[in-house]
């Protein structure tokens, strides 16, 4: 049982232009999102989270949406650089739990 | 600083050895814990040890044995592994932070091992 999807496995931006990374989740009792963006041996490296409290953060290039109705968030880098080519993982948590989800995961490859 | 260091970096072990992964933080969080990545596949959660207890086992083999001597430190020892073992094995810690004066983790990943068992 997926509770986390991802469920576009690549996705390919010019350089400059907007990314827009999608993940779904069915758990409503998640209330802590995280995106991890990860290269070739290497772990994931946490970029940005949300509370359930909030429907949008920023933090520089990379912007967070939450839509918890539609269970639906997403995470927006603009402008795409090349060195953002890596997979990314959008991952939940409930409340009070040391335990993280983690989505399929999407590719992104930024061309020049 | 939020730097989590694994030894080795890769590891070839055949079915009958005993070997160990090591995992390093000197950040101060409370939490630590053991993931297991196969290809093309998301981050699957091993372990995780709170204030140096076991607080989940998912449920994994017994020829996984993990190990929290004190609160920078976590080993995963490994004893008879089946090739389908092999994987690239991740360490994290987690930070507490405040949203809300809700408690909520950041988990913080190391390199990983890259383990091959022949």
């Known amino acids: 049982d997926q509770q986390v999807k991802q469920n576009s496995p690549s996705l390919s931006v010019q350089e400059g232009r907007i990314s827009i990374l999608n993940c779904d989740y069915t758990?409503?009792?998640?209330?802590?999102f995280l995106w991890y963006k990860k290269y070739p041996a290497e772990g994931p490296t946490f970029l940005i989270s949300?509370?359930?409290?909030?429907d949008k953060n920023e933090d520089g290039r990379f912007t967070v949406f939450l839509n918890k109705s539609a269970k639906h968030l997403s995470l927006h880098i603009v402008p795409s650089q090349p060195g953002d080519s890596a997979v990314y993982f959008c991952?939940?948590?409930?409340?009070?739990?040391?335990?993280?989800?983690f989505g399929t995961g999407t590719r992104l490859q930024v061309f020049p | 600083d939020t730097e989590v260091t694994q030894t080795p970096k890769h590891l070839v072990m055949g079915m009958t050895n005993k070997k160990s992964l090591k995992c390093e933080q000197h950040?101060?969080?409370?939490?630590m814990y053991w993931y297991k990545q196969k290809a093309k596949k998301p981050p699957e959660l091993m372990f995780v040890?709170?204030?140096?207890?076991?607080?989940i086992n998912e449920s994994v083999p017994s020829r996984f044995s993990p190990e929290c001597p004190n609160s920078s430190l976590l080993n995963l020892h490994l004893h008879a592994l089946q090739p389908e073992d092999s994987a690239l094995y991740l360490c994290?810690?987690?930070?507490?932070?405040?949203?809300?004066?809700?408690?909520?983790?950041?988990?913080?990943f190391g390199a990983g091992t890259r383990l091959s068992v022949l």
């Open positions: 994290a810690s987690s930070q507490v932070v405040l949203v809300a004066n809700n408690p909520k983790n950041i988990q913080y």
């Open positions: 758990n409503s009792m998640f209330d802590y």
């Open positions: 949300i509370s359930s409290i909030k």
């Open positions: 991952a939940a948590s409930r409340y009070n739990t040391d335990k993280l989800i």
């Open positions: 950040m101060g969080h409370r939490a």
């Open positions: 040890y709170s204030y140096e207890k076991l607080s």
